[in-house]
């Protein structure tokens, strides 16, 4: 190979080592970013400057001077775990304490009976299809859960509403946590329903005081009827936002 050929090489390699360099120096702080050249395609520049929060961080602050105030459906508590749950409880307010709002306990009644009656049975009396025992292939009745506590009678009468609450989100015992699978409201709205099977069932006692409000006595039980399941699996999340209007057309 000439001279002058191998010095070509050595060039155009320095070029390249150069312009590694000069590329992998480009910075924001710069402002030459080498990326901000995606910009000029339009498929590649979507979001480019775009600011992304961190997880669970406010996408913008506070105006100056906001003044907090309550959340008349409650707050969302803090996460907590399932061995606080008798210093947590006191500190939830169930926003639907008592209540005979039907959409409360319609909707209550679809959650228990979507995630609940597997352990806790239809009526809450700890009977559910996983805890009943069963006969195996051998013939012998075997149970195939341990224990499931009652729900509409026993402790759970005289248990705060916070503290029912408290143990869908975290899970108790055996129980595990369902607060990834049940929302804020429906789950007061599961509790509001607990307390109707309760009634329901002739349970007697009342309920330690809930913060904020009365104590989460059950609801007449009058107020829970029957309604065909069509009815229960349309009901809407409670904190589900309001149809919009519809236009009328002509008469």
């Not at 400057?49 to 961080?57: A, C, I, M």
């Amino acid at each position: 190979m000439s001279n002058v050929k191998q010095a070509t090489l050595r060039a155009a390699a320095g070029a390249l080592a150069v312009g590694a360099l000069a590329l992998g120096g480009c910075t924001d702080w710069a402002g030459y970013d080498i990326d901000k050249s995606y910009d000029a395609v339009p498929q590649l520049a979507t979001m480019r400057d775009g600011p992304v929060p961190e997880y669970q961080e406010q996408t913008r602050n506070p105006a100056p001077g906001a003044v907090p105030v309550a959340n008349p459906m409650g707050d969302i508590p803090a996460p907590y775990l399932n061995n606080q749950l008798d210093s947590v409880a006191p500190t939830l307010r169930n926003p639907f304490a008592g209540t005979t709002r039907q959409d409360v306990l319609v909707r209550g009644e679809l959650v228990y009976t979507r995630n609940c009656t597997t352990c806790h049975g239809p009526t809450g009396a700890g009977d559910g299809p996983v805890v009943k025992r069963a006969k195996g292939p051998d013939g012998v009745e075997h149970g195939r859960f341990p224990y499931a506590p009652p729900l509409n009678g026993g402790s759970a009468v005289t248990r705060s509403d916070g503290y029912l609450y408290a143990v869908v989100e975290a899970g108790r015992g055996l129980m595990p946590p369902y607060g990834e699978r049940i929302t804020h409201m429906d789950r007061w709205a599961v509790v509001e329903y607990v307390r109707a099977l309760q009634r329901r069932a002739g349970a007697t006692g009342t309920a330690q005081p809930n913060p904020g409000g009365p104590t989460g006595a059950p609801p007449p039980a009058g107020v829970v009827s029957e309604l065909p399941a069509a009815t229960r699996d349309s009901a809407a999340p409670l904190n589900a936002p309001a149809p919009a209007a519809q236009p009328r057309g002509p008469r």
